[in-house]
T-cell receptor
Framework: KQEVTQIPAALSVPEGENLVLNCSFTDSAIYNLQWFRQDPGKGLTSLLL?????REQTSGRLNASLDKSSGRSTLYIAASQPGDSATYLCAVPSTGANNLFFGTGTRLTVIP | DAGVTQSPTHLIKTRGQHVTLRCSPISGHKSVSWYQQVLGQGPQFIFQ???????GRGNFPDRFSARQFPNYSSELNVNALLLGDSALYLC????????????FGSGTRLTVV
């Protein structure tokens, strides 16, 4: 069974700082990995989708990397802003099926 | 284009009652999945439907059921509600069983009292 771990569980940084969120998964036989953002009580907003053949994906100030062999992904946020405050979730497909396994997320607070 | 739409937004039910949640996928998407998210946890997979057939089921009791209609919209039904069913229920659509990633709706907040 696929297991996903996200570290740290919570992170508080001053505005303008660069930061890295980590995601690890136990089964490397995945075909993609997706990073989501969730505001309190809201649904999930997709940030980046990395296919298994890719090593990086970028969108604006966000950069996600994927190392399938080691079962790790990182989400890099440059020049953080208070509006980046949210919970960030990574998700991977389960082995032999197509549903997603999620980590418990990293709760990010950016202090003005 | 409209995103994934879910209704209702919020719902309060009494223990033992039945509830139906609805989801409309993005136009052109044929796969709909349902997830349950309790406070402080990541979403947990309940069902996946593709082309109106059940293609996957998570570890949830038989009180949970779902179906997909010819227009690819979907309903999630929960019978005999328990307090522990209180959660955010999320619907996700994709082109075909995860191809191209998943797009989630805003969710339905279910409170069982």
């Amino acid at each position: 069974k696929q297991e996903v771990t996200q570290i740290p569980a919570a992170l508080s940084v001053p505005e303008g700082e660069n930061l890295v969120l980590n995601c690890s998964f136990t089964d490397s036989a995945i075909y993609n990995l997706q990073w989501f953002r969730q505001d309190p009580g809201k649904g999930l907003t997709s940030l980046l989708l990395i296919q298994s053949s890719q090593r990086e994906q970028t969108s604006g100030r966000l950069n996600a990397s994927l190392d399938k062999s080691s079962g790790r992904s990182t989400l890099y946020i440059a020049a953080s802003q208070p509006g980046d405050s949210a919970t960030y979730l990574c998700a991977v497909p389960s082995t032999g099926a197509n549903n997603l396994f999620f980590g418990t997320g990293t709760r990010l607070t950016v202090i003005p | 284009d409209a995103g994934v739409t879910q209704s209702p937004t919020h719902l309060i039910k009494t223990r033992g009652q039945h509830v139906t949640l609805r989801c409309s996928p993005i136009s052109g998407h044929k796969s709909v999945s349902w997830y349950q998210q309790v406070l402080g946890q990541g979403p947990q997979f309940i069902f996946q439907y593709y082309e109106k057939e059940e293609r996957g089921r998570g570890n949830f009791p038989d009180r949970f059921s779902a179906r997909q209609f010819p227009n690819y919209s979907s309903e999630l039904n929960v019978n005999a509600l328990l307090l522990g069913d209180s959660a955010l229920y999320l619907c996700a659509s994709s082109l075909a069983k995860g191809v191209g990633g998943y797009t989630f709706g805003s969710g339905t907040r279910l409170t069982v009292v």
